[in-house]
């Protein structure tokens, strides 16, 4: 087995769909949370000088996507064949659609304006989006995205209803058939166990 080292922020950020893959697959590696007065020296080292970076055996790899995605395959949780892989992807996709129009929540700086985004990016994008991805997981039963198991795409959808509501304050009561399987995927034994040990960070 190679010496996985996954390099991030100490949160849970653009790293934790690949943390939540590495417990669910029972797999270990190196949780590493730089100190941030370590960033600057260590930025022009990464390939695109952005983090997370995953270092497999001392290689690296940047982009928390192809990260996920790279990890996901390893442990087959990326489905069983090349059109389940798609079916990840769609929804992989749809859910960095809604964390890119998340963004202006965490650069407003204003605090009355942030609090308005929250609820306005909410009403206007990503009410829509979390409708194609409920309208995706019903085409496939209800229970999981993709044929019969949890894959890639549970763990992400766990990841972004988990993210709205810390950051939002949003229930989510709009969706309560996402909300459900959250529930249901944060019960898988070792999701259960990292969820209960993960450090409790803002976002
Ligand atoms: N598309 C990249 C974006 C990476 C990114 O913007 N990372 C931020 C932290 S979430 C970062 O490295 N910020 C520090 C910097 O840019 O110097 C990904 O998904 O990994």
Known sequence: MPQYKLIYFPVMGRAELTRLLFAQAGVDYEDHRLASDTWPTLKPTMPTGTLP???????????????ARYVAREFKLAGDNNWEMAQCEQVL???????TDMVPMF?????????ELKTSIYEEKTKTKLKYIENMLAANGG??????????????LLNIVDRIQLVTGN?????????????????????????????????
């Open 53 to 67: 970076v995953l270092e497999i055996d001392g290689k690296r790899v940047a982009q928390s996507q192809a990260i």
């Open 171 to 203: 229930d989510l009561k709009d969706f309560p058939k996402l909300v459900a399987h959250k529930e249901k995927v944060s019960k898988e034994p070792r999701i259960a166990a990292w969820l209960e040990k993960r450090p409790k960070t803002p976002y």
């Open 107 to 115: 650069t407003e700086k204003d605090e009355a304006k942030k609090a």
């Open 93 to 99: 996709e749809t859910l960095v659609d809604i964390t």
């Open 143 to 156: 229970d999981y995205f993709v044929g019969k198991k949890c894959t890639i795409a549970d763990l992400g």
